[in-house]
């Protein structure tokens, strides 16, 4: 289907950021991973929303929600893992799907942490983002999951039943994970291999493997979508919440300090309405033209 807006990410920016763009009467998809994952899910007591306070995070979350699914903003649940800027419109993977949109606000929050040594140069050759999209080519091999979002270990079930020998790295345990799947506790991690992956070093420990799957709750914008400009490690925007990529508008903590919940809000709502702004003015144009 095709969509006049896709919003990436289902925080505070994200669903501010849908509603307003509903407001005007543009179709919307909320394409984000598991709620679990974000910051304020995490906040027992929140008291610094105007209007709101003492509310905990994952309340105020729901309520959030809520209010996009009443206006008819669409989710997706799924990682999202590029956006492919083509014609005049965008191109946006989420998992194993491919949605299309005439514009896209960026909401992703902050990407917690550097890329792994090994982790660029072996990207497409072993090491994957998506159990889903990538899973069938490693049935009967051995792989590893390196489980930092709340639905990992869902994937590496995911895997187990696709045929592979799963094997799950963590900074800590996840408080479930199948049977038959072994969890090993590391935070240090580097992939190695010649033209494919061989192996994943855990704290100094070797783990053969033919794929390593990083599951992460979202990639950093700049790698959803190159020559996006940044402006100390966070998307650069102007007072619309324009990027510098034409059609694509940025709102919360990817825009940078301070990272805070009225912020995101205000500045998703800027996003959505300028976003469908841009749509109007696409529209236009090609009446113009037509």
């Avoid at 799924?78 to 299309?100: A, C, Q």
């Avoid at 020998?165 to 291999?193: D, N």
């Avoid at 059609?247 to 976003?275: M, N, W, Y």
Wanted: aromatic share 6%; hydrophobic share 45%; net charge negative.
């Amino acid at each position: 289907m095709s969509w006049d807006i896709i919003v990436v990410g289902g925080g505070p920016a994200g669903l501010s950021a849908a509603v307003q763009a509903r407001s005007r009467d543009k179709s919307v998809l909320v394409a984000g991973g598991d709620g679990r994952d974000g910051p304020l899910d995490k906040a027992a007591r929140v008291d610094n929303y105007l209007g709101l306070p003492g509310l905990s995070g994952r309340a105020l979350l729901e309520q959030f929600q809520a209010h996009a699914d009443a206006v008819g903003a669409a989710r997706k649940i799924g990682r999202v893992l590029n956006i492919m800027p083509m014609d005049g419109r965008f191109f946006v993977g989420i998992g194993s799907d491919l949605e299309e949109a005439r514009a896209v606000v960026l909401a992703t929050g902050v990407s917690h942490g550097k890329k792994y040594p090994g982790e660029a140069e072996l990207l497409g050759r072993g090491v994957s983002y998506c159990a889903t999209c990538d899973g069938m080519l490693y049935r009967g091999r051995d792989v590893a999951v390196v489980g930092l979002c709340a639905a990992a270990p869902e994937e590496a079930a995911f895997l187990q039943g696709l045929g592979c020998r799963v094997t799950y790295v963590a900074p800590r345990a996840p408080a479930e994970l199948a049977p038959g799947i072994p969890f090993i506790k590391a935070s240090r991690l580097e992939i190695a291999g010649g033209d494919t992956v061989e192996f994943l070093r855990a704290d100094g420990r070797e783990i053969p493997c033919a794929g390593v799957f990083l599951l992460r709750a979202a990639l950093a914008p700049a790698d959803l979508l190159p020559g996006l400009a940044l402006e100390g490690g966070y998307l650069a925007v102007d007072r619309s919440m324009a990027t510098s990529v034409p059609g694509v508008f940025a709102a919360g903590d990817c825009t940078g300090l301070p990272l805070q919940l009225s912020k995101a809000v205000g500045e998703g709502l800027i996003a959505g309405h300028r976003a469908a702004e841009y749509v109007d003015q696409l529209a236009s144009a090609e009446r113009k033209d037509g």
